[in-house]
T-cell receptor, first 112, second 116 residues
Framework: EDKVVQSPLSLVVHEGDTVTLNCSYEVTNFRSLLWYKQEKKAPTFLFMLTSSGIEKKSGRLSSILDKKELFSILNITATQTGDSAVYLC????????????FGQGTTLQVKP | NAGVMQNPRHLVRRRGQEARLRCSPMKGHSHVYWYRQLPEEGLKFMVY????????ESGMPKERFSAEFPKEGPSILRIQQVVRGDSAAYFC??????????????FGEGSRLTVL
């Protein structure tokens, strides 16, 4: 069965800490992997990763994909309270339907 | 340019009633997706529609659930004879084309259904 698994499920850190969120997948016909941030409303797009070993970076956030080991990580450096959210990992698969399979999400809480 | 608009944002129904959730995609988007998020779980794909066509409904429950995306007007997710287990957040997303290569999939803020 196709699945996406995220770890940890929840994380509490203090401002300034660096965090690493993990996403592993077992998906037939993998196309790409996406990261979203969800703050009690619409998930907002962070990154899309298609190729192994190429880091995507946006400010304090960065992400990389390993297609051999079937996982991705999302790093957040110098965390701020505004980074508190649920981070969702999702994979496009199964042809061209545009259907995403999501992980359970990692709930990050950043304390002042 | 308005984003994906969903309404109602919150809906309360009693068991056995019908729930209708609406989604207006972003302007220029012809692909619509519905996802369901149960408490403490990730989003689960339900259905993928293009104008007047259901392309993939592999995530839809076999009974009581239906979806449409008419030529004119919003996409509608309809749940008949709701049960408590239908309580969830229902998210709609839209894209201008199949987003596998672009990642351009935009989500609405969700409709939260509570079944009493």
């Amino acid at each position: 069965e196709d699945k996406v698994v995220q770890s940890p499920l929840s994380l509490v850190v203090h401002e300034g800490d660096t965090v690493t969120l993990n996403c592993s997948y077992e998906v037939t016909n993998f196309r790409s992997l996406l990261w979203y941030k969800q703050e009690k409303k619409a998930p907002t797009f962070l990154f899309m990763l298609t190729s192994s070993g190429i880091e995507k970076k946006s400010g304090r956030l960065s992400s990389i994909l390993d297609k051999k080991e079937l996982f991705s990580i999302l790093n957040i450096t110098a965390t701020q309270t505004g980074d508190s959210a649920v981070y969702l990992c999702a994979v496009f698969y199964s042809g061209n339907t545009g259907k995403l399979i999501f992980g359970q999400g990692t709930t990050l809480q950043v304390k002042p | 340019n308005a984003g994906v608009m969903q309404n109602p944002r919150h809906l309360v129904r009693r068991r056995g009633q019908e729930a209708r959730l609406r989604c207006s995609p972003m302007k220029g988007h012809s692909h619509v997706y519905w996802y369901r998020q149960l408490p403490e779980e990730g989003l689960k794909f339900m259905v993928y529609l293009q104008k007047e066509n259901i392309i993939d409904e592999s995530g839809m429950p076999k009974e009581r659930f239906s979806a449409e995306f008419p030529k004119e007007g919003p996409s509608i997710l309809r749940i008949q004879q709701v049960v408590r287990g239908d309580s969830a957040a229902y998210f709609c997303a839209s894209s201008p084309e199949i987003p596998v290569d672009t990642g351009e999939l935009f989500f609405g803020e969700g409709s939260r259904l509570t079944v009493l």
